[in-house]
Protein backbone atom coordinates (compact mmCIF):
# COMPACT_ATOMS: atom_id res chain seq x y z
CA UNK A 1 0.00 0.00 0.00
CA UNK A 2 2.84 2.46 1.10
CA UNK A 3 4.55 1.76 -2.30
CA UNK A 4 1.87 2.51 -4.45
CA UNK A 5 1.25 5.62 -2.47
CA UNK A 6 4.38 6.51 -2.85
CA UNK A 7 3.97 5.79 -6.48
CA UNK A 8 1.09 7.69 -7.29
CA UNK A 9 2.90 10.59 -5.34
CA UNK A 10 5.30 10.62 -7.57
CA UNK A 11 3.30 11.28 -10.58
CA UNK A 12 1.48 13.77 -8.98
CA UNK A 13 4.84 15.55 -8.94
CA UNK A 14 5.66 15.20 -11.77
CA UNK A 15 3.04 15.77 -13.63
CA UNK A 16 2.46 19.32 -11.40
CA UNK A 17 6.10 20.09 -13.05
CA UNK A 18 5.12 19.68 -16.64
CA UNK A 19 1.65 21.53 -16.70
CA UNK A 20 2.37 20.86 -20.68
CA UNK A 21 2.16 16.93 -20.21
CA UNK A 22 -0.14 14.62 -21.28
CA UNK A 23 0.24 13.15 -17.71
CA UNK A 24 -0.79 16.57 -16.72
CA UNK A 25 -3.98 16.62 -18.15
CA UNK A 26 -4.90 12.99 -17.43
CA UNK A 27 -3.82 14.30 -13.22
CA UNK A 28 -6.69 16.80 -13.70
CA UNK A 29 -8.99 14.95 -15.38
CA UNK A 30 -8.77 12.45 -12.59
CA UNK A 31 -8.94 15.20 -9.71
CA UNK A 32 -12.13 16.48 -11.88
CA UNK A 33 -13.62 12.83 -11.65
CA UNK A 34 -13.09 12.56 -8.25
CA UNK A 35 -14.35 15.84 -7.25
CA UNK A 36 -17.50 15.04 -9.29
CA UNK A 37 -18.03 11.63 -7.94
CA UNK A 38 -17.67 12.31 -4.29
CA UNK A 39 -20.36 15.54 -4.83
CA UNK A 40 -22.48 12.49 -5.94
CA UNK A 41 -21.97 10.21 -3.17
CA UNK A 42 -22.22 13.32 -1.01
CA UNK A 43 -26.00 14.84 -2.22
CA UNK A 44 -27.00 11.03 -2.67
CA UNK A 45 -26.08 10.41 1.33
CA UNK A 46 -28.02 13.21 2.34
CA UNK A 47 -31.31 12.32 0.51
CA UNK A 48 -31.02 8.52 2.26
CA UNK A 49 -28.68 8.11 5.55
CA UNK A 50 -29.80 9.09 9.04
CA UNK A 51 -27.53 12.06 10.46
CA UNK A 52 -25.83 9.01 12.15
CA UNK A 53 -25.37 7.14 9.31
CA UNK A 54 -24.09 10.36 7.56
CA UNK A 55 -21.54 11.43 9.88
CA UNK A 56 -20.16 7.85 9.97
CA UNK A 57 -20.44 8.09 6.12
CA UNK A 58 -18.37 11.34 6.13
CA UNK A 59 -15.68 9.72 8.42
CA UNK A 60 -15.26 6.70 6.03
CA UNK A 61 -14.92 9.11 2.71
CA UNK A 62 -12.74 11.57 4.73
CA UNK A 63 -11.16 15.03 3.24
CA UNK A 64 -10.57 16.03 -0.41
CA UNK A 65 -7.21 15.16 -1.49
CA UNK A 66 -6.58 18.65 -2.50
CA UNK A 67 -7.96 19.86 1.10
CA UNK A 68 -6.71 21.16 4.41
CA UNK A 69 -7.94 19.74 7.71
CA UNK A 70 -9.21 23.01 8.44
CA UNK A 71 -10.85 23.03 4.78
CA UNK A 72 -12.27 20.11 5.65
CA UNK A 73 -13.61 21.00 8.73
CA UNK A 74 -15.58 23.27 7.70
CA UNK A 75 -17.09 21.52 4.51
CA UNK A 76 -18.45 19.10 7.04
CA UNK A 77 -19.99 21.78 9.07
CA UNK A 78 -21.68 23.11 5.91
CA UNK A 79 -22.45 19.61 4.85
CA UNK A 80 -24.30 19.11 8.44
CA UNK A 81 -26.17 22.09 7.66
CA UNK A 82 -27.26 21.04 4.20
CA UNK A 83 -28.61 17.85 6.26
CA UNK A 84 -30.89 19.27 8.12
CA UNK A 85 -32.03 21.44 5.84
CA UNK A 86 -33.05 17.88 3.93
CA UNK A 87 -34.92 16.43 6.41
CA UNK A 88 -38.62 16.74 4.77
CA UNK A 89 -36.81 15.41 1.45
CA UNK A 90 -35.49 12.75 3.05
CA UNK A 91 -39.36 11.25 4.56
CA UNK A 92 -40.32 12.06 0.97
CA UNK A 93 -37.56 9.43 -0.24
CA UNK A 94 -38.51 7.26 2.59
CA UNK A 95 -41.95 6.90 1.85
CA UNK A 96 -40.91 6.19 -1.53
CA UNK A 97 -39.12 3.50 -1.08
CA UNK A 98 -42.24 2.40 1.68
CA UNK A 99 -44.19 2.33 -1.30
CA UNK A 100 -42.25 0.31 -3.80
CA UNK A 101 -41.65 -2.51 -1.24
CA UNK A 102 -45.89 -2.65 -0.88
CA UNK A 103 -45.92 -2.46 -4.50
CA UNK A 104 -43.73 -5.26 -5.04
CA UNK A 105 -45.50 -7.47 -2.50
CA UNK A 106 -48.77 -6.80 -3.93
CA UNK A 107 -47.30 -7.92 -7.08
CA UNK A 108 -45.62 -10.95 -5.54
CA UNK A 109 -49.39 -11.84 -3.88
CA UNK A 110 -50.94 -11.49 -7.16
CA UNK A 111 -48.29 -13.79 -9.10
CA UNK A 112 -48.90 -16.33 -5.89
CA UNK A 113 -52.58 -16.18 -6.24
CA UNK A 114 -53.09 -15.20 -2.23
CA UNK A 115 -54.79 -12.39 -0.33
CA UNK A 116 -53.89 -10.20 2.76
CA UNK A 117 -54.36 -12.92 4.68
CA UNK A 118 -52.17 -15.59 3.98
CA UNK A 119 -48.90 -15.45 4.93
CA UNK A 120 -46.76 -14.31 1.82
CA UNK A 121 -43.32 -15.32 3.56
CA UNK A 122 -44.37 -18.76 3.88
CA UNK A 123 -46.05 -19.44 0.98
CA UNK A 124 -42.97 -17.67 -1.08
CA UNK A 125 -41.38 -20.96 0.88
CA UNK A 126 -43.49 -23.61 0.27
CA UNK A 127 -43.29 -22.46 -3.54
CA UNK A 128 -39.82 -22.21 -3.89
CA UNK A 129 -38.84 -25.50 -2.04
CA UNK A 130 -41.45 -27.55 -4.23
CA UNK A 131 -39.88 -25.77 -7.52
CA UNK A 132 -36.43 -27.25 -6.43
CA UNK A 133 -37.86 -30.43 -5.44
CA UNK A 134 -39.09 -30.50 -9.07
CA UNK A 135 -36.14 -29.26 -11.07
CA UNK A 136 -34.65 -31.94 -9.37
CA UNK A 137 -36.24 -34.85 -10.64
CA UNK A 138 -36.18 -33.33 -14.29
CA UNK A 139 -35.51 -35.53 -16.96
CA UNK A 140 -34.52 -35.32 -20.56
CA UNK A 141 -35.11 -37.39 -23.85
CA UNK A 142 -32.13 -36.51 -25.90
CA UNK A 143 -31.73 -37.59 -29.44
CA UNK A 144 -28.43 -37.80 -30.88
CA UNK A 145 -25.90 -38.31 -34.31
CA UNK A 146 -22.70 -40.32 -34.41
CA UNK A 147 -21.36 -39.38 -38.52
CA UNK A 148 -18.48 -41.64 -39.35
CA UNK A 149 -15.56 -40.94 -41.94
CA UNK A 150 -17.09 -43.52 -44.33
CA UNK A 151 -20.66 -41.56 -44.71
CA UNK A 152 -22.31 -43.93 -42.20
CA UNK A 153 -24.72 -42.51 -39.47
CA UNK A 154 -25.07 -43.89 -36.23
CA UNK A 155 -28.96 -42.56 -34.10
CA UNK A 156 -29.41 -42.90 -30.30
CA UNK A 157 -32.15 -42.02 -28.48
CA UNK A 158 -31.56 -41.98 -24.47
CA UNK A 159 -32.89 -40.40 -21.30
CA UNK A 160 -30.46 -38.54 -18.87
CA UNK A 161 -30.97 -36.36 -15.82
CA UNK A 162 -27.46 -33.99 -16.47
CA UNK A 163 -27.26 -33.34 -20.47
CA UNK A 164 -23.75 -32.23 -19.88
CA UNK A 165 -22.47 -35.30 -18.20
CA UNK A 166 -24.33 -37.75 -20.21
CA UNK A 167 -22.77 -36.13 -23.22
CA UNK A 168 -18.90 -36.27 -21.44
CA UNK A 169 -19.89 -40.07 -20.86
CA UNK A 170 -20.86 -40.75 -24.58
CA UNK A 171 -17.72 -38.89 -26.08
CA UNK A 172 -16.17 -41.95 -26.01
CA UNK A 173 -16.32 -42.88 -29.60
CA UNK A 174 -13.63 -41.37 -32.30
CA UNK A 175 -15.79 -39.18 -33.59
CA UNK A 176 -18.15 -36.29 -31.55
CA UNK A 177 -21.61 -36.68 -30.99
CA UNK A 178 -24.18 -34.22 -32.39
CA UNK A 179 -27.12 -33.75 -30.13
CA UNK A 180 -30.32 -33.27 -32.93
CA UNK A 181 -33.00 -32.53 -30.40
CA UNK A 182 -33.69 -32.71 -26.64
CA UNK A 183 -37.16 -32.35 -24.42
CA UNK A 184 -37.31 -31.83 -21.24
CA UNK A 185 -39.82 -33.52 -18.54
CA UNK A 186 -41.07 -32.85 -15.05
CA UNK A 187 -40.18 -36.15 -14.16
CA UNK A 188 -38.00 -39.19 -14.57
CA UNK A 189 -40.79 -41.89 -14.98
CA UNK A 190 -41.98 -39.47 -17.93
CA UNK A 191 -39.14 -39.22 -19.71
CA UNK A 192 -38.03 -42.96 -19.42
CA UNK A 193 -42.36 -43.64 -20.40
CA UNK A 194 -41.45 -41.28 -23.76
CA UNK A 195 -37.95 -43.46 -23.93
CA UNK A 196 -39.96 -46.15 -24.16
CA UNK A 197 -42.49 -45.74 -26.32
CA UNK A 198 -39.49 -43.96 -28.97
CA UNK A 199 -37.97 -47.08 -29.07
CA UNK A 200 -40.77 -49.90 -29.55
CA UNK A 201 -41.63 -47.74 -32.60
CA UNK A 202 -38.35 -47.27 -33.54
CA UNK A 203 -37.17 -51.19 -33.22
CA UNK A 204 -36.60 -52.19 -36.57
CA UNK A 205 -34.53 -49.40 -37.56
CA UNK A 206 -32.00 -50.84 -33.92
CA UNK A 207 -28.44 -51.77 -35.97
CA UNK A 208 -28.10 -56.20 -35.43
CA UNK A 209 -25.47 -57.59 -33.22
CA UNK A 210 -24.07 -54.02 -32.31
CA UNK A 211 -22.09 -53.85 -29.24
CA UNK A 212 -24.65 -51.08 -28.04
CA UNK A 213 -28.16 -52.22 -28.65
CA UNK A 214 -29.72 -48.77 -28.56
CA UNK A 215 -27.94 -47.43 -31.61
CA UNK A 216 -29.99 -47.14 -34.93
CA UNK A 217 -30.02 -46.32 -38.56
CA UNK A 218 -31.99 -44.07 -39.94
CA UNK A 219 -32.86 -42.17 -43.75
CA UNK A 220 -32.94 -38.34 -43.60
CA UNK A 221 -36.84 -38.49 -43.66
CA UNK A 222 -36.62 -40.60 -40.50
CA UNK A 223 -34.70 -38.70 -38.60
CA UNK A 224 -36.76 -35.60 -39.48
CA UNK A 225 -39.63 -37.43 -38.25
CA UNK A 226 -38.11 -38.40 -35.02
CA UNK A 227 -37.28 -34.73 -34.32
CA UNK A 228 -40.75 -33.81 -35.24
CA UNK A 229 -42.20 -36.62 -32.79
CA UNK A 230 -39.73 -35.53 -29.86
CA UNK A 231 -40.84 -31.23 -30.91
CA UNK A 232 -44.46 -32.35 -30.26
CA UNK A 233 -44.03 -32.93 -26.73
CA UNK A 234 -42.52 -29.86 -25.99
CA UNK A 235 -46.16 -28.45 -26.22
CA UNK A 236 -46.80 -27.11 -22.54
CA UNK A 237 -50.46 -27.97 -23.27
CA UNK A 238 -49.90 -31.55 -24.04
CA UNK A 239 -47.85 -31.15 -20.81
CA UNK A 240 -50.58 -30.22 -18.73
CA UNK A 241 -52.94 -32.94 -20.25
CA UNK A 242 -50.26 -35.54 -19.89
CA UNK A 243 -49.97 -34.93 -16.55
CA UNK A 244 -53.01 -35.92 -15.76
CA UNK A 245 -52.72 -39.44 -17.14
CA UNK A 246 -50.83 -42.74 -15.97
CA UNK A 247 -47.62 -43.56 -17.27
CA UNK A 248 -48.82 -46.02 -18.69
CA UNK A 249 -51.79 -45.12 -20.74
CA UNK A 250 -48.95 -42.09 -22.08
CA UNK A 251 -46.44 -44.66 -23.22
CA UNK A 252 -49.20 -46.44 -25.21
CA UNK A 253 -51.04 -43.36 -27.13
CA UNK A 254 -47.31 -41.37 -27.82
CA UNK A 255 -46.60 -45.08 -29.27
CA UNK A 256 -49.02 -45.13 -31.70
CA UNK A 257 -48.67 -40.93 -32.53
CA UNK A 258 -45.43 -41.82 -33.13
CA UNK A 259 -45.17 -44.89 -35.29
CA UNK A 260 -48.40 -42.93 -37.25
CA UNK A 261 -45.79 -39.67 -37.45
CA UNK A 262 -42.88 -41.87 -39.19
CA UNK A 263 -45.51 -43.90 -41.44
CA UNK A 264 -46.47 -40.40 -42.54
CA UNK A 265 -43.20 -38.64 -42.75
CA UNK A 266 -41.96 -41.98 -45.36
CA UNK A 267 -44.97 -42.05 -47.29
Not at 101 to 112: D, Q
Not at 117 to 134: C, S, W
Not at 196 to 202: D, G, M, S
Request: proline content about 1%.
Amino acid sequence: MRNTNNRIEKLKQKALNDPNSKIYKNYLKKVEEDKKLRERNIKKSMKENTLVEFKRWMRIIGKDNNQTENEWIKEKEGLLEQWKSLEGQREKVEEQKKKKIENALKKERAKLGIGEDADIELVRNLVDRTKKYISENEAYLYFKCWSLKDGTKWYKLGVTVDLERREREQNVLPVPSQTLERVSFDSQDAAYAAEKAFLQVLEEFKIKDANNRELMELNPIQVKSVISGMQFFKDKEFKNKSSKSSVKNNSKNDSSFLNNQIKFRAN
